[in-house]
């Protein structure tokens, strides 16, 4: 039987941008110099679903965008994320009129859910005035499209710019190293959302709310250039996800799960350092230090007004000292996390990203030819999992033996370690499926989770001896203290659990 040919695939870069912004962009020397010239057009592009958004949920979109009198339908189909850069399979078929033609989409990913054609109709219109750019850049030929668009739902419109840099012929390497060119004019923020998922947003009106880390899909054949590029990419869209929350408002669980893919990330280099040695490493995670320490002071502060301040509220309600305490930090707080939105939106923050972004799918480490370069990125990724993890584990035994002896700061340490060894462990669980390790993994896992939260707690107390120096605060530290002894127990119980368990990636 014949194989079935590919479907055709578009390969996109997605930035966001304000629509004020968008005139920076198209006057760059880049666009005036190498292009041949600008054209513009008005599309205006009908989506289509289902009542209950059966081809959303599928992840299918459905479009008739109208361009003059021509009319385009095109279908896409969501896949799973191997890069920062989109790549979806695409059909588009030229169409008579405003609605879809079914009898096209035979042999596209709608076929499955052609059972609610009779159900599918129009559920929003996206307007967008259009510049497009076909630029040759290093050795690609890259099409810019500037949008400035509108979404128009039955009961509310939303406006926003967007850049997509669609590679026509070439490499997607230089995607973004044209992005990063233009993000001199102004910042260009990374975006992994669709104009369809901006539509389903304004016609539902559901506001995202935090975004945990997607799962981390890896193959044993990989090879550990390509899993890093994978993990790297996982850790951007999860960061940027929350990032669009906490520009809209800064809520707490976002902002932690914006430092949480920061870290993840840092943890990624680390685990591939050897992989991804070059002279961008360090400096790219010194840059992603930088932006996780200013998150890292909001939440430090919320995590102590709401574990430690606020549950002494029944006892010491009464006292002025207290409530003055109280006021002071939530004061603190609301001014960290104003720094956290400034600092999202600075140009730093968002070429930082942009830059890290094109140094995991096109850094000079991907570049090296020489010899040891190509055996290190050439290395199947079971390989490495496995001598990480069995570095890390033994790290974690040794330094845990001593854990009541140990002090605040050598626990401290233990829990980095421990935390380090769960991301390792998230990135790497899809490679250890068989005998009985899935069992021993969901073992680990919860042990390591226990303990990274009764050394967290034991942390937090600490911690509290550095607050603000007053009588109330001392009275709440000393409170605190009380628990101390509970919580090793409980470390030393969870520890000893720990090291009795038999490591999952061995078969």
């Known amino acids: 039987m014949p194989a079935k040919p590919n479907p055709p695939q578009e390969v996109e870069l997605k930035l966001e941008v304000a629509p004020s912004e968008l005139e920076k962009v198209l006057a760059h020397p880049l666009l005036s110099e190498q292009s041949d010239g600008s054209t513009t057009q008005t599309l205006k592009a009908t989506y289509f679903d289902t009542p209950d958004h059966a081809l959303q949920q599928a992840g299918i979109s459905l479009r008739v965008r109208r361009n003059g009198d021509q009319r385009i339908q095109t279908i896409k189909a969501a896949r799973s994320p191997d890069g920062i850069a989109l790549a979806r399979d695409e059909w588009e078929h030229e169409v008579d009129s405003d609605n879809p033609d079914y009898t096209l989409a035979e042999q596209t990913g709608l076929k499955p859910l052609l059972e609610h054609s009779g159900s599918i109709q129009p559920v929003f219109r996206v307007t967008t005035e259009r510049t497009i750019h076909t630029v040759p850049f290093e050795n690609s030929i890259i099409e810019l499209a500037a949008d400035d668009s509108k979404v128009e739902g039955k009961e509310q419109t939303v406006s926003f710019g967007e850049v997509e840099l669609e590679l026509k012929d070439g490499i997607p390497a230089d995607l973004f190293q044209l992005a990063l060119a233009l993000s001199t004019a102004t910042p260009l923020r990374l975006s992994f959302k669709t104009k369809a998922e901006r539509g389903f947003e304004t016609v539902t009106g559901e506001q995202p709310t935090r975004v945990k880390a997607p799962p981390v899909v890896l193959k044993r054949k990989m090879t550990g250039a390509e899993a890093f590029q994978r993990i790297g990419a996982s850790c951007l869209q999860h960061l940027m996800a929350n990032e669009t929350i906490v520009r809209r408002a800064p809520e707490a669980d ?254």
């Open 254 to 507: 976002a902002v932690h799960q914006m430092r949480v893919a920061l870290r993840r990330l840092r943890a990624a280099i680390t685990l591939f350092k050897a992989v991804v040695e070059d002279e961008q490493r360090d400096p790219i995670r010194a840059e992603l230090k930088w932006m996780a320490n200013v998150l890292g002071e909001a939440r430090d502060l919320d995590v102590y007004i709401t574990k430690v301040l606020e549950p002494a509220q029944n006892e010491h309600s009464r006292d002025e000292g207290y409530q003055n305490l109280l006021a002071e930090y939530r004061k603190r707080r609301d001014e960290a996390y104003q720094m956290v939105q400034k600092t999202i939106a600075s140009p730093r923050f968002n070429t930082g990203v942009l830059g890290t972004a094109a140094w995991i799918e096109a850094g000079n480490w991907l570049r090296d030819e020489s010899k040891p370069a190509r055996k290190r990125r050439d290395q199947p990724v079971a390989a490495l999992a496995e001598e990480e993890l069995g570095r890390r584990w033994k790290k974690i035994i040794k330094q845990g033996r001593n854990l009541v002896e140990l002090d605040p700061e050598e626990r401290h340490q233990v829990r980095i370690e421990i935390k380090k060894l769960r991301y390792a462990i998230e990135f790497f669980e899809s490679l250890f499926k068989g005998g009985g390790a899935k069992k021993r993994k969901r073992a680990a896992l919860s042990t390591l989770e226990a303990l990274q939260e009764t050394l967290g707690e034991l942390n937090d107390i600490a911690v509290g001896s550095h607050m603000e120096p007053s009588s109330t605060a001392e009275a709440i530290h000393q409170e605190q203290m009380s628990r101390v002894d509970g919580l090793l127990a409980n470390a030393k119980g969870q520890y000893r659990e720990l090291a009795g368990l038999e490591p999952f990636w061995r078969f």
